[in-house]
């Protein structure tokens, strides 16, 4: 029972590090919330947009890869699948005419990427449209799924337009604090208005007095200026707050607009206010004659390629796993363990190894050449001592001059010395013998 509770601990114990090390950690299986796609029937999603323009004629487009890919001619037509399309339109990729409008919702939860945001650069030069909703000003439930750790810093780089925050003003006066609590608190509902000059509101706003958008949770303001010295014009501001939430630009021939709310074009807010009569508005100026909508449904995570995050979530996979854990966990435990018998150990006899490992190199060294060696060893050790070079010479001379040197062992060694260097036959346990008495009168 003992051994059995161990292999199911270890068992364990190794599942636990495989997953913690290994396994892509996914979300939980709550509730998901709606997402801003075009097949999203939730409050958050882009059905009922979808829906309104094919109603109305409108060639509708489904991005369902990078935007490098979708904006060459010779990728989207090697690619079909590249984006699904509501009706039939000349071309799989953008043709250099323009005249098409991009619709993304920011934050992505796939980051563009740098060829991306070169790509779709040169697309709104050539005379395209880039509409970015983006979820400066609200935040919406979906946001928190999303990779907006740095969100300003995306949609700068993808509308080439540089976000600042507006500062709230410091004041110590009661009201005041009091106010900006009921701000908090109050509907999160929020109003957008156009600018007004004296030539009226811009096109893209005629016959809209306002703007619905939503926020689920609170939001900084922002102020945007650009980055490429291009003009930019402010086109909407807050009804609460008198900032700015919608901005123009242009970039070569195309134009880009972002507004501070992701929410407007949302199935929760497409019909209220003027919300569907702003976007007719901006496809009646900015379609061209052969041109599309696009919906960017890439970014939020429906895509025609790989995807390791789509790939990990799907729940068949987990069905699998779960399932080879089950067999190889019951394999574990449920495998009895055969005791191993333990063997005798031989006591180790260094005698025979020293006689085996003799043996050997008795058998593969001629006994005059391991004589030399023995004896150049033996003369190494004394030039050694001597601080001279250790090349194997002899040093009859200074052997000569020891005192404590037998004169007829060193006689002996210089016989078998001779004999060891022509090649002839010698003792090699005698010589042995000699060398070591010969150290040990030199010690």
């Given at each position: 029972?003992?051994?059995?509770?161990v292999?199911?601990?270890?068992?364990?114990?190794?599942?636990?590090?495989?997953?913690a090390?290994?396994?892509?950690k996914v979300?939980?299986?709550?509730?998901?919330?709606?997402?801003?796609?075009?097949?999203?029937?939730?409050?958050?999603?882009y059905l009922?947009?979808d829906?309104?323009?094919?109603?109305?004629?409108?060639?509708?487009?489904?991005?369902?890869?990078r935007?490098?890919?979708?904006?060459?001619p010779?990728?989207?037509?090697?690619?079909?699948?590249?984006?699904?399309?509501?009706?039939?339109?000349?071309?799989?990729?953008?043709?250099?005419a323009?005249g098409?409008?991009?619709?993304?919702?920011?934050p992505h939860?796939?980051?563009v990427?740098?060829?991306?945001?070169?790509?779709?650069?040169?697309?709104v030069?050539?005379?395209?449209?880039?509409?970015?909703?983006?979820?400066?000003?609200?935040?919406?439930?979906?946001?928190?799924?999303?990779?907006?750790?740095d969100?300003h810093?995306q949609?700068?780089?993808?509308?080439?337009?540089?976000?600042t925050?507006?500062?709230?003003k410091?004041?110590?006066?009661?009201?005041?604090v009091?106010?900006?609590l009921?701000?908090?608190?109050a509907?999160?509902?929020v109003?957008?208005?156009?600018?007004?000059?004296?030539?009226?509101?811009h096109?893209?706003?005629?016959?809209?007095?306002?703007?619905?958008a939503?926020?689920d949770l609170?939001?900084?303001?922002?102020?945007?200026?650009?980055?490429?010295?291009?003009?930019?014009?402010?086109?909407?501001r807050?009804?609460?707050?008198?900032?700015?939430?919608?901005?123009?630009?242009?970039?070569?021939k195309?134009?880009?607009?972002?507004?501070?709310f992701a929410?407007p074009?949302?199935n929760?807010?497409?019909?209220?206010?003027?919300?569907?009569?702003?976007?007719?508005?901006?496809?009646?100026?900015?379609?061209?004659?052969?041109?599309?909508?696009?919906?960017?449904?890439?970014h939020q995570?429906?895509?025609d390629?790989?995807?390791?995050?789509?790939?990990?979530?799907?729940?068949?996979?987990?069905?699998?796993?779960?399932w080879?854990?089950l067999?190889?966990?019951a394999?574990?435990?449920?495998?009895?363990?055969?005791?191993?018998?333990p063997a005798?150990?031989?006591?180790?006899?260094?005698?025979?190894?020293?006689?085996?490992?003799?043996r050997?190199?008795?058998g593969?060294?001629?006994a005059p050449?391991?004589g030399?060696?023995?004896i150049?060893h033996?003369?190494n050790?004394i030039?050694?001592?001597r601080?001279?070079?250790?090349?194997?010479?002899?040093?009859?001379?200074?052997?000569?001059?020891?005192?404590?040197?037998?004169?007829?062992?060193?006689?002996?060694?210089?016989?078998?010395h001779?004999?060891?260097?022509?090649?002839?036959?010698?003792?090699?346990?005698r010589l042995?013998?000699?060398?070591?008495n010969?150290?040990?009168?030199?010690?």
């Amino acid at each position: 029972m003992k051994e059995w509770l161990v292999s199911a601990g270890l068992a364990l114990a190794a599942l636990l590090l495989f997953w913690a090390l290994l396994f892509p950690k996914v979300g939980g299986s709550g509730e998901t919330p709606s997402l801003p796609i075009s097949t999203d029937r939730g409050g958050a999603g882009y059905l009922a947009l979808d829906r309104w323009l094919l109603a109305e004629k409108v060639p509708v487009v489904h991005w369902h890869h990078r935007y490098s890919a979708q904006m060459n001619p010779a990728v989207a037509a090697a690619t079909p699948a590249a984006g699904t399309e509501r009706r039939p339109t000349p071309a799989a990729a953008p043709g250099p005419a323009g005249g098409d409008v991009l619709i993304t919702t920011m934050p992505h939860r796939a980051p563009v990427r740098r060829a991306e945001q070169e790509a779709l650069a040169e697309w709104v030069g050539r005379g395209n449209t880039l509409l970015v909703m983006a979820a400066l000003d609200d935040t919406p439930k979906w946001s928190a799924l999303a990779y907006s750790s740095d969100l300003h810093q995306q949609v700068e780089r993808l509308a080439r337009l540089k976000f600042t925050v507006v500062e709230p003003k410091k004041s110590d006066d009661p009201d005041k604090v009091s106010g900006f609590l009921d701000a908090a608190l109050a509907e999160p509902v929020v109003a957008l208005e156009p600018i007004t000059t004296v030539l009226g509101p811009h096109p893209f706003f005629t016959g809209v007095e306002s703007v619905s958008a939503r926020s689920d949770l609170p939001a900084s303001r922002w102020q945007a200026t650009s980055t490429t010295g291009a003009p930019v014009l402010e086109l909407a501001r807050r009804r609460d707050t008198g900032d700015a939430a919608v901005w123009l630009t242009t970039l070569g021939k195309g134009r880009v607009m972002v507004s501070g709310f992701a929410t407007p074009l949302s199935n929760e807010r497409i019909g209220v206010a003027g919300n569907a009569r702003w976007l007719g508005n901006i496809l009646a100026q900015t379609l061209g004659p052969q041109g599309r909508v696009i919906l960017d449904d890439a970014h939020q995570g429906v895509v025609d390629y790989y995807d390791p995050q789509a790939f990990f979530a799907d729940p068949r996979l987990h069905h699998a796993l779960w399932w080879i854990v089950l067999v190889w966990f019951a394999f574990v435990v449920g495998t009895p363990h055969l005791r191993q018998a333990p063997a005798a150990r031989a006591p180790i006899d260094d005698a025979a190894m020293l006689r085996m490992t003799a043996r050997f190199y008795a058998g593969a060294i001629a006994a005059p050449t391991a004589g030399v060696r023995l004896i150049e060893h033996f003369f190494n050790s004394i030039r050694r001592r001597r601080s001279l070079r250790e090349d194997g010479r002899p040093v009859w001379e200074w052997l000569e001059a020891q005192a404590r040197i037998p004169r007829a062992q060193l006689d002996e060694l210089k016989a078998v010395h001779a004999r060891a260097s022509a090649g002839r036959s010698i003792d090699l346990v005698r010589l042995q013998t000699l060398l070591s008495n010969l150290s040990g009168h030199l010690a």
